[in-house]
């Protein structure tokens, strides 16, 4: 034992002689690492906060910028869509008042040792609360008729009905607005152009009506309506609170219906009913049966496969089906992941945006995770509630956020992995 003692100190006494023959300390260094997970390769600090992109700040102007709305912001921003970087598209619930950070105040009367607000989050939420942005009601499982479920804010003080539809320029610049459509929509969800529609028709989901509009390029005139404003339903003319929408080159459409439906609704090219499939899950989130939902939320087709993507979104997970409802695949979300959105671009992978992680998700299309990025905050660049995003042709990436009431515009970094970028959208039928 002593001799193996004296073998280990006399190679100890070796190794220090040798660092130090020369008179001046070496120090051992590590190894640089051979492979990079950093969005710019070579990066030195940082952790990728925004992922490949950066904010663009002071996008879009201010709509206290507007005469006659000073003092007013932007409300839940439900959806977005960019046609191009000059014309990008928000629905939005409302207008709030514009608020600063109040300073902290206890809350003895809620309970001991609690004040408001918190710091490091968010101090409002746009979307949730009796006097966020109307309409109330806006849950899963939530009747847009009950008046005990209803906004409970005074229209003109906590809240204003206006600027629901609006489109801004690469400055950020409002340069379109709709106030005829400021009456009709209830709780508009969600906005879209058919990417292989070469007359770019608008559609617009609004849940509360339980109808989807088919609007004019312009947005000035509806063309056509699916479903029946007003009444739900879960027949070939009614849906209950739908979604999101998808389509296929042959402007085959699909509707995820929705947040008190559990379907998938499938339409020809000119809106006629084809089929629907899905049944109501099992409470408590935890159903793993095929073709059973609650909260049929996020919804993508990928054009090669013909696959339709459903993000089964209390159920946290993924369902795959063929464009019948076939049943293909299904894989799990991360616990307490809440998957909004979904999109397939053209380099055919697959982006999902969540809202209790703050993430945005990089899947290939048989669900294997490659990438995410995000975080919980208000300071520009972060998320809460992130519920929808698109991406213009320049690969400027756009999120619409309920929570945050905001919809904020990134720009990709300069040397940042092409993988990490959302892909460019498919424009078959138009530039």
Same mark, same amino acid.
């Given at each position: ?16 002689a040798?660092l ?16 990079s ?17 950066d904010?663009?700040a ?15 912001t ?19 619930r ?7 950070r109040?300073?902290?105040?206890a ?7 609690l ?5 490091q ?23 847009p ?16 009905w ?13 340069v379109e607005?709709f ?34 509009f088919?609007m ?14 007003g009444?739900?339903?879960a ?8 979604t999101?929408?998808?389509?296929? *080159?042959? $402007? ?10 559990? #379907?998938v609704?499938? !339409? +020809?090219k %000119? &809106? /006629?009913?084809v ?15 095929p ?6 939320h996020?919804?993508?087709?990928? *054009?090669? $496969? ?10 946290? #997970?993924?369902?795959? !089906? +063929?464009e %019948? &409802? /076939? ?12 998957t ?22 990089k ?12 975080t919980?905050?208000?300071f520009?660049g ?32 300069p040397g ?16």
């Amino acid at each position: 034992m002593k001799r193996h003692i004296s073998v280990l100190a006399a190679a100890g006494a070796a190794f220090g002689a040798g660092l130090f023959m020369s008179g001046t300390p070496v120090f051992v260094q590590g190894q640089p690492p051979t492979v990079s997970t950093a969005a710019v390769s070579g990066q030195k600090g940082g952790i990728d906060v925004m992922g490949p992109y950066d904010v663009v700040a002071g996008w879009p102007k201010p709509l206290s910028n507007l005469a006659g709305h000073e003092g007013w912001t932007w409300g839940a921003v439900q959806g977005v869509f960019a046609e191009s970087p000059d014309r990008v598209f928000i629905l939005q619930r409302g207008e709030l008042p514009d608020l600063k950070r109040p300073n902290p105040v206890a809350l003895n009367q809620v309970g001991p040792s609690l004040s408001f607000p918190t710091g490091q989050v968010p101090f409002r939420n746009a979307s949730q609360g009796m006097n966020a942005s109307p309409p109330g009601a806006g849950g899963p499982g939530a009747d847009p008729d009950d008046p005990a479920q209803a906004w409970k804010g005074r229209m003109g003080i906590d809240a204003r009905w206006e600027h629901l539809m609006v489109a801004f320029n690469s400055a950020g610049d409002i340069v379109e607005q709709f106030p005829q459509w400021d009456s009709l929509l209830r709780r508009p969800h969600a906005i879209y152009i058919n990417p292989y529609d070469a007359e770019k028709h608008l559609w617009v989901v609004d849940d509360h009506s339980h109808a989807i509009f088919k609007m004019t390029h312009d947005g000035k005139t509806i063309v056509q309506t699916i479903g029946t404003p007003g009444k739900a339903g879960a027949d070939a003319s009614h849906f209950n609170r739908p979604t999101f929408l998808a389509f296929l *080159p042959d $402007s085959t459409m699909f509707v995820a219906d929705g947040y008190n439906g559990n #379907r998938v609704v499938k !339409f +020809d090219k %000119n &809106g /006629k009913f084809v089929l629907a499939w899905g049944e109501k899950g099992a409470p408590g989130g935890n159903e793993r049966r095929p073709g059973y939902f609650n909260t049929v939320h996020g919804i993508t087709a990928d *054009p090669v $496969s013909r696959r339709v993507y459903v993000s089964d979104r209390s159920n946290r #997970r993924m369902q795959v !089906f +063929d464009e %019948n &409802g /076939k049943f293909v695949d299904q894989w799990d979300f991360s616990r307490p992941s809440n998957t909004q959105f979904l999109m397939i671009p053209a380099d055919r992978s697959l982006w999902a945006i969540e809202d209790t992680t703050s993430k945005v998700v990089k899947y290939d299309l048989e669900g294997h995770y490659l990438y995410s990025w995000g975080t919980l905050n208000d300071f520009p660049g972060s998320f809460l509630n992130p519920h929808g995003f698109s991406v213009d042709q320049e690969q400027n990436l756009y999120v619409a956020e309920v929570g945050n009431g905001r919809v904020q515009k990134f720009k990709p970094r300069p040397g940042a992995n092409p993988s990490m970028i959302i892909g460019r959208p498919v424009y078959s039928a138009w530039r």
